[in-house]
C-alpha cells in the first residue's frame, strides 16, 4: 500500500506543476508548416500545407504569398490547399496562436516554374523526289500554361524554323501560318523548329525530311561493274570484264586494293575443309559480291558456285578461299547477307532465294519484283531480272530493269520503290543511311552513285 500510495503523490504532483506553469510551459509554441504532396512543380501548382505546430496551438492564420489570387490568399484551416496559378517564388507564412495571446510564425517558400511550351509540326510530303517543295504545319504546338481548364495566360510568342539545308530559316509570331520551302539537293534533311513562349522559355522538335535523288557519283574502278557490297568502311565492287574485285573508298572511289575473282577452283584430293581448295588457273567472271564477318562471298558466272573469300591475305594463299557453296536450285547473279543467311538472286527464274551460308541449303524463296503474274500470258510483258541486292534493317532492295524496289524478305511484298538513278542498275549496297548503286552504264564509263532512299 506504501508504494501505491507513493505513485498516487507522484501523479498529483504532476498535476499540480501543469496547473500552476502550464503546459507552454513544457511544449512552447513553435509554428511548423508540412507540404503534403510538393512545394515545386509547374504552373498551376496545387500545393497541400499541413500544420505541423507544436504546443498549445488556439488558431492559426495561413498567408500564402500570391496576392493576385484575392481571398483565396489566406486561410485559417489546419490543412488548406491552394493553387499557384503563375510562375515564380512564393514565401507562404503560417502563423499560430496560444489562448494567452502567444504567437509563433515560419515560412516556406513554393516555387512554380513556368512549363515549357511543346513544339509539334507536320511536314507534307516529307519524302519524295528532289526538288521537293514541302508544307510545314506548325499550328499543333501549344504553352501547356494556357490549357483550359485552368489557363494562366500562358502563349507561344515566337517561333523559329531551320530547313537542315543550310537555308535562312522561316521565323514569326503566328504558329498558325503554314511555311512553304523547296528542298533543291537531294539529302536526309532534319528540320528543327523552336518555339518560345510569353515567359522565355523554349523547347524544340525534329522531322526528317527524305529528299530522294543521288547524293554522289563515283567513277567505277572497271568498265563492268556489276556487284558491290559495304564492309562497314568500304565499298568492294566486283567487274565481270576485269574479272578483278575492287576495294574503294567511299568518299572518293580511290582504289584500296583489288584482287582476281575466284573460278574454277580445284579441290586437292579428298578433302572437304577450306585449305583443300585452291583457286583455278583462271580468274572467274565475277557477279554480286556480299560482305559478312570479314569475308566477301562472290557469285561466279564461270562456274555457277559462290565463293568465300578472305580478302586480306593473296589469292595463292590456301586460305584465301575458305567455302564454296553450288547448288542445283538456283543460278546465282546478286548476292547480299542479312538475318543470319545469304540472298541469291537466279537471273533467270526471277527469284531470290534465301541459302544456308554453311550447307547452301534453301531455306525459302520469294519472286523477285517486276515480273509477270504466274499463270498470266506474258504477251507485252518483259520479265525483269534481280541483278542486284542489298539488305537494309530486315528488309532487301532489289535492282530490276530501271527500278530500285524494297522489298519484304518474308514475302517478296514491295515496301518501296524508286527509279534507277542509271539505264543498267546492278549490284547494291546499303551503308546503314545511303544506298550505292552500281551501273556498267552501257557504252559510257561504269558508275557507282549515292543516292537518297525511303
Same mark, same amino acid.
Given at each position: ?319 584465301? !578461299? *575458305? %567455302? ?6 538456283? =543460278? @546465282?547473279?546478286? /548476292?547480299? #547477307?542479312?538475318?543470319?543467311? +545469304? $540472298? &541469291? ?68 511484298? !514491295? *515496301? %518501296? ?6 539505264? =543498267? @542498275?546492278?549490284? /547494291?549496297? #546499303?551503308?546503314?543511311?545511303? +544506298? $550505292? &548503286? ?17
Amino acid at each position: 500500500m506504501r508504494r501505491l500510495r507513493w505513485a498516487l503523490t507522484g501523479v498529483g504532483f504532476l498535476a499540480a506543476v501543469l496547473a500552476l506553469g502550464g503546459c507552454d510551459q513544457l511544449w512552447p509554441l513553435e509554428a511548423r508548416i508540412a507540404i503534403l504532396n510538393s512545394a515545386t512543380g509547374y504552373a498551376p501548382l496545387a500545393v497541400e500545407f499541413y500544420d505541423a505546430s507544436v504546443g498549445p496551438v488556439s488558431s492559426r492564420v495561413w498567408e500564402f504569398g500570391d496576392p493576385g489570387s484575392g481571398t483565396s490568399n489566406t486561410s485559417t484551416l489546419p490543412s488548406p490547399t491552394h493553387t499557384y496559378r503563375e510562375n515564380g517564388i512564393y514565401s507562404a507564412t503560417l502563423i499560430v496562436y496560444a489562448g494567452d495571446g502567444q504567437s509563433s510564425r515560419t515560412t516556406i517558400a513554393i516555387t512554380v516554374a513556368n512549363p515549357a511550351p511543346v513544339p509539334q509540326f507536320e511536314a507534307t510530303p516529307d519524302h519524295g523526289p528532289a526538288p521537293l517543295a514541302v508544307t510545314f504545319d506548325l499550328s499543333t504546338s501549344f504553352d501547356p500554361a494556357a490549357i483550359v481548364p485552368t489557363p494562366t495566360g500562358g502563349a507561344i510568342v515566337s517561333y523559329s524554323l531551320d530547313f537542315g539545308d543550310g537555308t535562312q530559316p522561316a521565323t514569326g509570331t503566328s504558329i498558325g501560318t503554314s511555311i512553304h520551302h523547296t528542298y533543291a539537293i537531294p539529302g536526309y534533311r532534319v528540320a528543327t523548329l523552336t518555339v518560345v513562349d510569353n515567359d522565355g522559355a523554349s523547347a524544340s522538335a525534329t522531322h526528317v525530311v527524305t529528299v530522294e535523288g543521288v547524293a554522289a557519283t563515283l567513277a567505277a574502278p572497271g568498265g563492268d561493274p556489276i556487284g558491290l557490297t559495304y564492309d562497314d568502311a568500304s565499298l568492294w565492287v566486283s567487274d565481270s570484264t576485269a574479272k578483278r574485285i575492287y576495294k574503294i573508298r567511299p568518299s572518293d572511289g580511290q582504289v584500296l586494293a583489288s584482287f582476281d575473282a575466284p573460278g574454277g577452283s580445284v579441290v586437292i584430293g579428298a578433302k572437304t575443309d577450306a585449305k583443300a581448295i585452291i583457286p583455278g588457273p583462271t580468274a572467274g567472271t565475277p557477279a554480286g559480291i556480299a560482305w559478312n564477318g570479314g569475308a566477301l562471298w562472290v557469285a561466279c558466272l564461270s562456274d555457277g558456285k559462290i565463293y568465300e573469300v578472305n580478302p586480306s591475305v593473296p589469292t595463292t594463299d590456301p586460305g584465301h !578461299i *575458305l %567455302a564454296v557453296l553450288e547448288s542445283a536450285a538456283f =543460278t @546465282p547473279f546478286a /548476292l547480299a #547477307f542479312g538475318g543470319g543467311a +545469304l $540472298w &541469291v538472286s537466279d537471273i533467270g527464274a526471277g527469284r531470290i532465294f534465301k541459302v544456308d551460308p554453311l550447307t547452301g541449303s534453301v531455306l525459302g524463296s520469294i519472286q523477285a519484283p517486276g515480273l509477270a503474274p504466274t499463270g498470266l500470258e506474258p504477251r507485252n510483258i518483259v520479265p525483269v531480272a534481280p541483278t542486284g541486292l542489298a539488305w537494309a534493317s530486315g528488309s532487301l532492295w532489289v535492282s530490276a530493269g530501271i527500278m530500285l524496289y524494297r522489298v519484304d524478305p518474308a514475302t517478296g511484298a !514491295i *515496301l %518501296a520503290s524508286v527509279p534507277a538513278p542509271g539505264p =543498267t @542498275p546492278a549490284g /547494291l549496297a #546499303f551503308d546503314g543511311l545511303y +544506298l $550505292w &548503286v552500281a551501273d556498267p552504264n552501257g557504252t559510257n564509263p561504269g558508275r557507282i552513285d549515292r543516292i537518297v532512299v525511303p
